[in-house]
């Protein structure tokens, strides 16, 4: 069996994953910033994390993952000023709006998600263990990190040190620091802010700080993989670097994995730009949470993807094409998925070249191409009455099996519904036939399945109880 290989930032090649503890993956995503409904460049980073920790377990791994909900920063605290409310109360509705939005993608839960204010005292504990090893320095209140005491500051990012004119531009709120180079850890408390009262000051932390306080916390001083999209090298990661392992003195990650952009008309999805689509934007519009899921999973995580709706549409074509293949594969196989399989050179070479694709850092283009081979060659073989049930059932159980990774089918649910359509149709033959026996018993068999029916001038309209 070959082994999944992901690009290291760190190391700026392609390595094969070999986890700290053999079979288990320990795994640390940084997380939505919760002042705002995330928009579909922040899901598919979430998006492609996801797949990783699928991809993985599908390759018998076990995997712990956890994500950071980064619920204090600047702007945060500002919006709940301007509310006049305190920080949870103004970030739980958007708390609950990022989880239902990851569940309408299909993006499974991460196993914990720590939220930086419930942690404080694990990271004031961070600075206290750096200030005694003399990383640390206080002005005004605030406490900060001495970049000049990381020797290795920049080995992720490759940023140098010297051209202390890049430091100043990402990080030009914090002003009183005594080289543009160093980062806030401890900001000192402003007029009206909320603050936490601690050893270093009445302030509150930077955001730098919760991703290493954290990760250590749940996943331990030295762990496996930090996911992230590309904007979060520097100075995010990097400082988280210099954080942890200026306290531990070990290393922190073993890969470093980013993401590339969405984009729209070549420029970063953000916020700041005004270019976002929220995923709710695009339902109201009509576009359908498969859709986005296999928009968005169809370009490889490293690559940059241009957002635009004609994608959406390529999508819909595409998953149609699926749907109706997994049908015809069904009735093929008579309708009975849990009978005799036969193996099939086509499942055998679809299979191979899914496990071959992603092992290549996730190259979801080159799966999804393999998977519409296995259509095209599948199609061609129905034509022409060559796939006999057992072949057809063994094609759609590996469908099925590369479905727990890419989960792009459409749910029970939709089957369902076909399946509650087909009742009412065939309740409205018996109406007309005038047969209301038979209509009254269909009626009941959609109640035991809690389906009430309203008949209107316009048909027959039914809802869930
Ligand atoms: P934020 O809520 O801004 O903290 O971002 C949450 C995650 O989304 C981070 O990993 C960001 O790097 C990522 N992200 C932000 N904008 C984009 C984008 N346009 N495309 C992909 N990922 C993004
Ligand atoms: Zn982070």
């Known amino acids: 069996m070959s082994q999944v290989k992901l690009f290291n930032t760190l190391t700026r090649s392609k390595e094969t994953i070999e ?22 460049g922040n899901l598919r980073t979430f998006l492609w994390g996801d797949l990783l920790r699928r991809y ?37 509705p958007f708390v609950q709006a990022f989880f239902e939005d990851i569940d309408t993608l299909r993006i499974r839960r991460a196993d914990i998600y ?3 204010t419930r942690h404080i005292p694990e990271m004031l504990d961070l600075v206290d263990k750096l200030s005694r090893s003399g990383h640390t320095y206080l002005t005004e209140g605030s406490t900060y990190y001495r970049i000049g005491t ?8 490759g940023v140098e040190v010297d051209r202390s004119s890049e430091f ?52 331990g001083e030295t762990f496996d993989i930090h996911t992230g999209a590309v904007d979060l090298i520097f100075p ?26 969405l984009n729209v008309d070549e420029r970063k999805m953000s916020k700041s730009l005004g270019n976002i689509h929220t995923l709710r934007e695009l339902l109201e519009g009509g576009y359908s949470p498969l859709q986005i899921r296999y928009a968005l999973l169809s370009v490889p995580y490293r690559t940059k993807l241009n957002f635009s709706l004609q994608s959406l549409d390529d999508a819909r074509h595409a998953l149609e094409r699926l749907e109706s293949f997994v049908i015809r594969l069904g009735e093929a196989g008579n309708g009975d998925e849990t009978g005799e399989q036969a193996g099939s050179p086509l499942s055998d070479a679809f299979l ?30 129905l034509d022409a009455g060559n796939l006999a049930p057992a072949e057809a059932r063994s094609i759609l159980a590996v469908i099925r099996n590369v479905d727990g990774v890419l989960d792009i089918l459409p749910q029970k649910d939709a089957d369902l519904d076909g399946e509650i359509e087909q009742l009412i149709a065939a309740r409205n033959e018996a109406r007309k036939k005038r047969d209301f026996g038979e209509s009254d018993r269909l009626r009941d068999v ?3 399945k809690g389906i009430i029916l309203e008949d209107t001038a316009q048909g027959t309209r039914w809802r869930r109880a």
Not at 23 to 36: A, D
Not at 179 to 198: C, I, M, N, P
Not at 236 to 261: C, D, M, R
């Open 19 to 40: 986890p700290l503890q053999a079979g288990h993956v320990r795994i640390y995503s940084c997380g939505p910033t919760v002042y705002n409904f995330v928009h579909v």
């Open 352 to 381: 191979n070249e899914f496990e071959n694709a992603m092992d290549d850092d996730l190259n979801t283009a080159r799966a999804l191409a393999a998977l519409f081979v296995l259509i095209r060659d599948g199609n061609v073989a």
């Open 168 to 219: 100043s531009r990402v990080d030009s709120d914090t002003d009183d620091k005594q080289d543009a180079r160093d980062f806030v850890l401890w900001k000192a408390r402003k007029e009206g802010e909320q603050f936490w009262d601690s050893p270093l000051g009445a302030g509150r932390p930077g955001w730098h700080l919760e991703c290493s306080a954290m990760s250590m916390k749940y996943l």
């Open 56 to 92: 993985l377990q599908w390759k018998k791994f076990k995997v712990t993952q956890v994500m950071n909900l980064t619920d204090v920063d600047d702007r945060i605290i500002r919006k709940a000023q301007e509310q006049g409310v305190d920080l949870d109360t103004f970030t739980e």
């Open 114 to 116: 720590p939220r930086a």
């Open 236 to 261: 995010h990661h990097e400082n988280e670097i210099a954080q942890s392992e200026g306290a531990t003195g070990k290393p922190f990650v073993k890969y470093w994995v980013h993401g590339e952009h």
């Open 446 to 448: 959609l109640l035991s």
């Open 150 to 157: 990381f020797p290795k500051y920049g080995k992720l990012s």
